[in-house]
């Protein structure tokens, strides 16, 4: 069949709408169509340098059209949710941790199923897809059973999108790993979708202190609304100091969502004995350092991927708090159009808007 799709002809370069041909569904594939789909920083990132001509997208949702003859968990009709996918066999998968995928890397970021094939051409060519389990900047998606959550036809399918990676990473990198006492500090370094998801769950985990830190104080002033009790512009430096005046002791947990050495070196050394800090961000930083005796007194940085979650249970538990109004994510939400995608990048680049959501 053919579907629109938001083409990257060279790594760098705008995404051109254009045609593009799908395989029918393998046996544990379906055919989702596409109803929304979130802009992620890790679109952008790996738009910078990824295989063309490539699909990028993955924080799609959409209606099932078609199931595979071994699929069983959803149907022709069910709404869904997407995110990453997984093998499903390998040790992390079967003990619930499908985020650590020992064939994460491959299934996820190799633009191609297990076997090396694509779903996707274009005029002939073989195109790179497969992007998280989606490749969903595309009007239909054939995607692995796995990377698919049925979710509530009731729910809102244009809000849902963004559950499948940036909501959840944030959220989850707070409830399943950090997983704060009521009482207790956070420090989120950052202030885009991902940071104030952590926010939002810092405050729903009784965090008495939850300091949002950004350079953008419209950003920082819409963290205030959705539960920071304090923040801190760092654009102008003196972050830590600032961080040591509201904490004196330490803060008990930080989470990095920048991706920059010098963001996290501040956030590890804002750590108090015990102290935790999360790093989700994917950045422009290809290393990261910091003094040695930052990390004495018990201190630790785990490293985080999708919030440590297993989507088929954590995204209907975060759709469920956003329906009750405990996790009002669609207040940062801006919606534009499919076919105004590299406007839509531009505004994310700017920092125009907390989330993009493109919508078919």
């Known amino acids: 069949m053919r579907a629109t799709a938001a083409l990257l002809e060279q ?15 393998r046996p544990d594939e ?5 109803a929304a789909v979130g802009i992620c ?3 952008l990132e790996f738009a910078s340098f990824f295989g063309t001509p490539a699909v990028l997208g993955h924080e799609g949702s959409g ?6 003859a071994h699929v069983t968990s959803v149907r022709p009709g069910d709404h869904v949710a997407m995110s990453f996918t997984s093998c499903g ?3 992390l998968c079967r003990t619930g941790s499908p985020a650590y995928c020992r064939s994460f890397d491959a299934l996820n970021f190799s633009g ?18 497969h992007f998280l389990g989606q490749s969903s900047f595309a009007g239909h998606v054939v995607a692995p059973e796995r990377a698919v959550v049925r979710i509530d036809p009731s729910l809102d399918l244009l809000r849902a999108g963004p559950f499948g990676c940036g909501f959840q990473t944030g959220a989850g990198g707070v409830l399943n790993v950090l997983q704060p006492r009521p009482g207790s500090s956070i420090a989120v370094f950052g202030a885009g979708a991902v940071g104030v998801s952590a926010v939002i769950a810092a405050a729903l985990s009784g965090c008495e202190v939850v300091a949002a830190v950004d350079v953008n104080p419209a950003k920082l ?6 539960g920071a009790t304090h923040t801190v512009d760092s654009s102008a430096g003196g972050a830590a100091e600032r961080l040591a005046a509201l904490v004196p002791e330490g803060f008990d947990f930080v989470i990095d969502t920048t991706g920059r050495e010098d963001v996290l070196r501040t956030a590890v ?12 961000g994917i950045g422009p930083s290809e290393s990261m350092s910091f003094e040695w005796r930052s990390i004495l007194n018990g201190r630790s940085v785990t490293g985080i991927i999708a919030g440590s979650s297993l989507p088929q249970l954590f995204l209907p538990r975060l759709l469920d708090l956003n329906a009750q109004g405990r996790f009002p994510v669609e207040k940062m939400i801006t919606y534009f159009p499919f076919e105004q995608i590299n406007e839509a990048v531009a505004a994310v680049r700017r920092g125009a808007v907390g989330k993009a959501v493109l919508t078919f």
Do not use: M, W, Y
């Not at 379906?30 to 596409?34: G, I």
């Not at 191609?112 to 073989?126: F, L, N, Q, Y």
């Open 11 to 25: 790594a760098g370069q705008p995404f051109v709408l254009t045609e593009v041909e799908l395989e029918e569904p």
């Open 30 to 34: 379906v055919l989702v169509r596409v």
């Open 41 to 43: 920083g890790t679109d």
């Open 63 to 68: 209606v099932v059209e078609k199931v595979g």
């Open 89 to 91: 066999t390998c040790a």
């Open 112 to 129: 191609r199923r297990p076997d090396g094939s694509t779903a996707v051409t274009h005029e002939g060519r073989e195109v790179n897809a």
């Open 221 to 226: 002033e819409a963290a205030r609304g959705f």
């Open 269 to 280: 050394e804002a750590l108090g004995p015990l102290g935790r800090a999360g790093v989700i």
